[in-house]
């Protein structure tokens, strides 16, 4: 066997040692004599594991008690039509737009209601998070949209827009779980699974209970209203259930780790390698305005296509994978989630080095 630095933006590396304990238990899941594939959803196992997923969670985050955890399918991307359908009361919501996520959530939150872009940092290509401290919210905007990481373009909010009082809704698709979070400053915070968690086919919802109500978009499918799943706990129909187990036993080995203040630390360090790095090589370097850098999406350059190419290449061969830019923007992105370890991210940085002393 011989794993890879695996760099990739989602799906993307997890736990080695989560993954070593589904390979044992692949067969038989604690003397059930069969796979958590191969369970039903309304079995006792599963029922446990999905409980003590959603316990893990709750602390891990120290999620509050008037906030409903739901495990849902339909990638992030099926979030940015549910949103809006399920809490555009006013049909009115402002979206910052701060990359091509923010962006297509915006797009499908038109279709259902009067969505306002209040701030965009298209102009740089999103290479910066906007001043948020002093926006034109609408007066009657339902609420006020963020993509709290942005994948494609490495930035990060470091501080929450100043909302005015209306509710936040924040897509973490790519910062779950990577740091400390006051859930209680947002009404919607909501990820699919792939980038920071688990395998893809999990969505994770965490509501404050105020906004699941009755009152939805007319026509909005049953499947799609989050009350459906409240109230079912999320076992309406069958759930991305093998897509839980993992994601279960990743929120074990977060807390093993010591919980997101462990990681917060843990991320800071690795991402300053890079980033140190970065700013002081002759070839490479950052696309983002430091105050706005992501911990876990790096995007870089050379300023040259073809050297680029021959980096990621290069790079491949040598068992750093997955390092090739978004189609959108090309160039580098280095994904240095939660399960990247430390010494993937030193022998990166000393591949670099050697590549910048071959190629000047
Ligand atoms: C990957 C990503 C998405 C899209 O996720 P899907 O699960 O493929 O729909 C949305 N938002 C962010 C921030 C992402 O990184």
Redesign the pocket.
């Known amino acids: 066997m011989s794993r890879v630095y695996n760099f990739s933006?989602?799906p993307a590396v997890l736990p080695e040692e989560v993954l070593q304990e589904a390979a044992a238990e692949m067969l038989d899941y604690k003397g059930t004599g069969m796979s958590v594939m191969e369970m039903s959803h309304r079995s006792k196992p599963f029922e446990e594991i999905i409980n003590t997923a959603e316990a893990d969670l709750r602390e891990l985050m120290g999620i509050p008690d008037n906030y409903k955890v739901l495990f849902l399918q339909?990638?992030?991307?099926?979030q940015f039509a549910m949103i809006p359908m399920n809490l555009m009361k006013n049909g009115v919501a402002d979206y910052i737009i701060t990359g091509q996520?923010a962006k297509?959530a915006y797009q499908e939150a038109k279709k259902y209601g009067t969505a306002n872009a209040i701030a965009s940092s298209a102009d740089k290509t999103f290479s910066y998070i906007p001043d948020c401290s002093d926006l034109p919210i609408s007066e009657n905007a339902d609420y006020v949209y963020i993509?709290e990481?942005?994948?494609?373009y490495g930035t990060k909010f470091k501080t929450l827009p100043n909302t005015k009082g209306k509710t936040l809704v924040a897509?973490?698709?790519?910062c779950f779980l990577s740091e400390p979070v006051d859930v209680s400053r947002y009404g919607v915070i909501y990820?699919?699974v792939?980038?920071n968690i688990g395998p893809?086919g999990v969505?994770i919802v965490i509501i404050r209970e105020d906004l699941i109500t009755e009152d939805v978009l007319a026509g909005t499918p049953t499947m799609m209203q989050y009350k459906t799943h409240a109230d079912a706990k999320s076992l309406y129909n069958t759930p991305p259930a093998y897509g839980i187990y993992i994601c279960g036993k990743v929120f074990k080995w977060l807390k093993k780790q010591g919980g997101l203040a462990a990681m917060k630390e843990r991320n800071e360090k690795k991402a300053k390698i890079l980033y140190d790095f970065l700013d002081e090589s002759k070839l490479f370097k950052g696309t983002v305005v430091k105050e706005d850098r992501s911990l876990m999406n790096v995007p870089f350059v050379t300023g040259n296509e073809e050297l680029d190419a021959k980096f990621v290449k290069e790079a491949a061969a040598a068992g750093f994978v997955n390092l090739k830019g978004h189609r959108s923007v090309g160039g580098m992105r280095a994904s240095i989630y939660n399960a990247m370890p430390l010494e993937g991210v030193e022998k990166l940085v000393a591949f670099m080095k050697k590549f910048e002393e071959e190629n000047q």
Do not use: M
């Open positions: 933006a989602g339909g990638g992030a991307s099926l996520w297509k993509c990481n942005n994948t494609i897509d973490v698709s790519s990820g699919g792939q980038k893809a969505v």
